[in-house]
């Protein structure tokens, strides 16, 4: 799912996010967001329409981890009013994945067609900004050293479900020394509302993982032999189990294209 | 160093603290204190000559994990006065261990013959305090199901030395499944002077252990195939350094036979 280097190096990127939301909303962008307007959290979206979406906020608050919802909106406002300066929905992620009826049919840079009065859109919180956290600290994250996506894989931990959500939780990957490990903990339980500290850590095949180099999304890194691979929730939980459900309408953001916000990482730190 | 049945079932324990220190100076209980006085801080004790004392201070506030120093009393002053009332370093632990240039020479129920004006004395955490903690969040202790006592071992972690005082950390080790040893870390990490977050998870070989079933001191203990060795800095560190460092007088608690204080382990946490 990358972008061309060429689509990337060519855009001066504004650090603001208000300017950078502009950028896109222009339909100058339609790229992945990791790394820009750094400091601030980016989220993953998930549209339902409004006799979906009650279910959905409930399966979430089921879930928090894979699920954190930072905001929602109401049924038929585009607008996120707690993210920001004018932060709309359909215009303002550089990309995004329309399903019916669970089967994607188009991959459109807006959604000001698809727009209707009855949805309702869900910002989830996303691991860029626990990512950082772990960079500020002093910890270095594979996937990023070797310039690849985060490996993903579908675990066998159930999510809890309701009656038209469920299936597995879907995890990333991040290898880590034992003592380092230690740290990612402590560092990402201090952001539950980005999925907060790992929920398994050194014994793949406890959740059903066989083989570390085979993900089942992102990309395969390296584990060295002193490292422990530690595994968080994953945002795309929420999306696979919104996809499975085969509500008539669901849009996602386009994975690693998330909406930036105006939110200062910083601010979801809960201490 | 475990105590007959018959000498812990003949007592009934007070549960407060002060009391139960009162029959400990009276010379009516000489063994461990594990599990006495639910709820109140227990202390490993170092006594050492003043013109050790500050070099000793030095090394601990050099190695905060395996010697987090709760108290220091005075030169020859015998009592901790922010520990509790009227807590007499000289005669509230149950028993003692008495080194004259590093080698144990006695091993009493009182310091009152040896006792000195030049003596000061440091009350350092203890993992029983975490241990409670992790028990409140529903974990269960291996060595306590065992009834054993915990595993610890000799680490090659070089301690942060001073002229005098240098070696390796010893650690304890409780094997825990890895959610579990997720959420061990998050609790422990709110404990900083009772030796806080692990300093190791699941790859012993690098920190020197080669062998789990030959602890140095302890009892080993059963590691499941879906458990991890979690590991923590332990308070036999700066026993075993100030002794190494030969100093011509050192006092330490017995084994087991803690220091009982007023605090409550909930006062600990830092969070």
Redesign the interface.
Known sequence: MGISAASRTEIDFPTDPVSLRALIRGGRYAGQTSGLAPGRVQANLAILPADWASEFLLFCHMNPKPCPVLAVTSPGDPVFRTLGADVDVRTDAPRYKVFREGVVVDEPSDLLDVWRDDLVAFAIGCSFSFEEALIETGLRIRHHEQGLNVPMYVSSIDTNPTPRFSGKMVVSMRPF???D??RA??VT?RYPSVHG???????PG?IGIGDLSRPDFGDAVAING?E?PVFWACGVTPQSVAARAKPPLFISHHPGAMLITDLLNHQLSV?
Do not use: F, K, T
């Open positions: 020394r034992p003592a490990a230690i903990v402590q339980s500290a790992p929920v398994h850590i050194g014994l406890q002193d422990l201490l």
